[in-house]
C-alpha cells in the first residue's frame, strides 16, 4: 500500500512541474504574440531595435553600449531587468538643454532596453513613470513595443517624440 502511495506521489510531482514548464513556456509565447514555438523567433536586443529605430528617426545616433560594468542602474542582466540597453543622442536637443548631464543620459535623447519578456518592458516603464511622476526635470516619453522599451528625452516636443513612437511601433 505505502509504495502504490509513493508512486502516486511522484507522479503528481512530475506532473505537477511538467505543467507548470508548460504553462511558463505558454506565457512566454502569449507575451510576444507569437502563437507557435517560442524558439522560432529572436527576441530583438537594444542595438537591432536602435538600428531599426535609426533608420526612422534620422536625428538619433548612438552614443553607448551598456555592460553589466558600466550600467548606472546595475539592473543589466539582473532578474526581471533589461537583458541589453543602449544611449543615444538626438541633434534637436541643444547644447544647453543638457549642459552637466552625462554621455549617456536620457536627457541627451534617449536609450532603448530590451528585456526577455513584454511584461518585464511594461513593468520597467510603470516603474519609470511612476518614479518621475511631479518632477518635470526626470520626466521622459517612454513607449513599449513587445520586449523592448524607447525611453525617449523629455527635451523633445511631443510631434519630435511621436516619431520615436511610430518607429517603435515598427520594431519586431
Known amino acids: ?3 502504490t502511495l509513493t508512486t502516486a506521489a511522484v507522479v503528481a510531482l512530475l ?7 508548460n504553462s511558463s513556456d505558454s506565457k512566454t ?3 510576444s504574440g507569437n502563437k507557435g514555438s517560442a524558439s522560432n523567433t529572436k527576441a530583438l536586443d537594444a542595438g537591432s531595435a536602435f538600428t531599426k529605430l535609426s533608420g526612422k528617426v534620422g536625428t538619433a545616433k548612438l552614443t553607448g553600449t551598456v555592460t553589466a ?3 548606472p542602474n546595475k ?12 544611449t ?23 536609450a532603448i532596453e530590451a528585456f526577455g519578456t513584454p511584461a518585464d518592458a511594461t513593468a520597467r516603464a ?16 517612454d513607449y513599449v513595443h513587445g520586449t523592448v522599451l524607447v525611453r525617449v528625452s523629455h527635451n523633445l516636443t511631443p510631434k519630435q517624440a511621436a516619431a520615436y513612437k511610430a518607429a517603435a511601433d515598427g520594431l519586431n
Open 1 to 3: 500500500m505505502s509504495r
Open 15 to 21: 506532473f505537477g512541474a511538467l505543467t507548470a514548464c
Open 29 to 31: 509565447d502569449q507575451g
Open 69 to 71: 560594468e558600466n550600467d
Open 75 to 86: 539592473l543589466l542582466g539582473r532578474p526581471s531587468q533589461y537583458t541589453s540597453k543602449i
Open 88 to 110: 543615444f543622442s538626438d541633434s534637436r536637443i541643444s547644447a544647453e538643454d543638457v549642459a552637466g548631464t552625462d554621455k549617456g543620459d536620457v536627457d541627451r535623447g534617449g
Open 126 to 141: 510603470k516603474y519609470i513613470q511612476a518614479v518621475t511622476k511631479g518632477m518635470p526635470a526626470l520626466t521622459e516619453y
